[in-house]
């Protein structure tokens, strides 16, 4: 590459993490260009660059998080009808899965106080029975996720991404499921919190990619557990080592989701 292409590089990664920050603060339209999502994931990149912070991983995904959020809230669903209120719990008995970020910033989360006074030690053994079980056989069992506490998420502002995205039209077809009776039917979904966490989710995971970082889905509890067992797990994990080996890889994303993530990271590396 000649001194001018690395000159226009640097130029053109400069732009991109100022619009990045931009849109970080104003949030990504419903259905952004592909030049918005870039601009983000060059933050998040950016972020997940920072060798000497060894809560890089954990931070990116609040970036992201953030960006969920922000997103919803300047262009919020306008014709549906949430039906999710505090201590309507039943997505919380269900399969999640996780980035290995996310788990890392719940783990900071549950160190730092934030879970309702529930220690490590304690959110491991409530983690427990849940580690292993296939998403199918999650339905019907009631089992609840290691941080509900009295029908309401401990860890409310540090949740993933997938547990933003879960927001229910009808909670009749929740209780069903929770139930484990007439499974046939679909939980109808607010679209927009879909696609605003979709979104958030492409960022970080085509930021990763590039980055150099494993990608894989994660089961929420096993993946805690692991965030959970040294208080290094984190830089462990961002110098190379595989500290979540033991976590089954129980989840495949979809086609469309891995070519937008693949698209993003290409972009990246150009």
Known sequence: MSEVSRQQRRREVRDRVKA??????????????????????????AKLDETGNVRRASEAAELVQALAETSIAARPPTK??????????????????????????????????????????????RARPQIGVAPEARIGGKLPCPLLVEG???V??????????????????CIDEFEGRNLSAR??????????????????????????????????????????????????????????GKVPRQVRREARLEQAIGHVASALDA
């Open 20 to 45: 990045g920050r931009q849109l970080l603060a104003q949030g990504l339209p419903l259905q952004p260009k592909m030049s918005e999502v870039l601009a983000v994931a060059q933050v998040v990149k």
């Open 80 to 125: 549906q009808q949430i039906a999710c209120t505090r201590g309507c719990s039943y997505c919380c008995h269900t399969f999640v899965a996780i980035t290995p970020p996310e788990a890392f910033r719940l783990a900071a989360a549950v160190r730092g106080g934030h879970a309702a006074g529930m220690t490590p030690d304690v959110v491991r053994e």
């Open 152 to 154: 309401a998420c401990s």
């Open 156 to 173: 409310y502002r540090f949740r993933p991404l997938v547990c933003r995205q879960a927001t229910s039209l009808d909670v009749a077809v």
């Open 187 to 244: 939980i109808p979904i607010s679209g927009v919190h879909l696609q605003h966490a979709s979104n958030a989710h492409i960022t970080l995971l085509g930021a990763m990619r590039v980055a150099g970082f494993a990608t894989d889905a994660l089961e929420l509890s096993a993946a805690l557990d692991a965030a959970l067992a040294e208080p290094d797990a984190e830089a462990r994990w961002l110098q190379g080592e595989d500290v979540f």
